[in-house]
C-alpha cells in the first residue's frame, strides 16, 4: 500500500512539473504534438526509472560512509556522479532510439540529450535518498515521478495541438498562452492535493 501512495503522490499530488516545477525546458519544448510529447515521456520514463535504481545503488554502495565498497565519506560526490549515471544512460537511450526508432530519435531532436541535464530526473535521484527511500521505493518514485510528467506533458501537447485552431488575442500568442496554459494546469493538479 505504502508503494502505491508513493506512485500516486509522485504522479500526481507532487507533480515534478506542475507542482516542483522541475523539467520546464522538455516541457514546454517538446509539447507542440501528442506524438512527440509522447515518446519524450517514454523516453523520460526510461532514464528516471532506471537512473532511481542505479543512482540508489550507487549511493548506499559507494558514496556514503561505510558502505560495503568504499569506507570512506563520498557524499560531497553526489551530484557530480548521479549527472555522469544519467548522462550514460541517455547516451545510452539516445543511440537506442537512433537505430531502432529514427523517426522519434529526429522528432525529439535536441530535447533527447536534455534530458541529461533535465533537473527533473536528477532532482528525483536526489529526492530519494534525502526521503531515505529504500530500492523498491526508489523506483516505484521514479517511475511515478516520470508517469506524472508524461501525463504533464501530453495533456499540453493536446492542448497546444487544439490552441492552433483557436482566434487567440496577439498578446497571448505564443509562449505566453503556453505559459498560461501550464499555469492552469498547475493550479487543477492542486485539486489531487487531497488524495493523500
Do not use: H, W
Not at 113 to 124: D, E, Q, S, W
Not at 154 to 176: C, S, T
Request: proline share 3%; net charge neutral.
Amino acid at each position: 500500500m505504502s508503494l502505491l501512495l508513493i506512485a500516486i503522490s509522485a504522479a500526481l499530488v507532487n507533480n515534478v512539473v506542475l507542482n516542483q516545477f522541475l523539467g520546464l525546458c522538455p516541457f514546454l519544448g517538446v509539447s507542440r504534438k501528442i506524438e512527440t510529447a509522447a515518446g519524450m515521456g517514454a523516453a523520460v520514463t526510461f532514464v528516471l526509472t532506471i537512473a532511481s535504481a542505479v543512482t540508489y545503488g550507487i549511493q548506499v554502495g559507494i558514496l556514503n560512509e561505510g558502505a560495503p565498497l568504499c569506507a570512506a565519506d563520498l557524499t560531497y560526490l553526489q551530484t557530480i556522479v548521479f549527472i555522469l549515471v544519467i548522462a550514460a544512460l541517455v547516451q545510452f537511450l539516445e543511440m537506442f532510439l537512433k537505430k531502432f526508432i529514427s523517426s522519434l530519435y529526429q522528432a525529439l531532436g535536441v530535447y533527447l540529450p536534455l534530458i541529461t541535464t533535465n533537473c527533473a530526473v536528477l532532482g528525483i535521484a536526489i529526492t530519494n535518498i534525502q526521503n531515505s527511500y529504500s530500492l523498491i521505493e526508489s523506483i516505484v518514485n521514479g517511475f511515478g515521478t516520470a508517469i506524472g510528467f508524461t501525463i504533464a506533458i501530453v495533456i499540453l501537447a493536446g492542448l497546444r495541438e487544439k490552441m492552433e485552431y483557436n482566434d487567440i488575442p496577439k498578446p497571448f500568442q505564443g509562449k505566453a498562452i503556453e505559459l498560461l496554459t501550464a499555469g492552469l494546469m498547475a493550479i487543477a493538479f492542486m485539486g489531487f492535493s487531497g488524495i493523500i
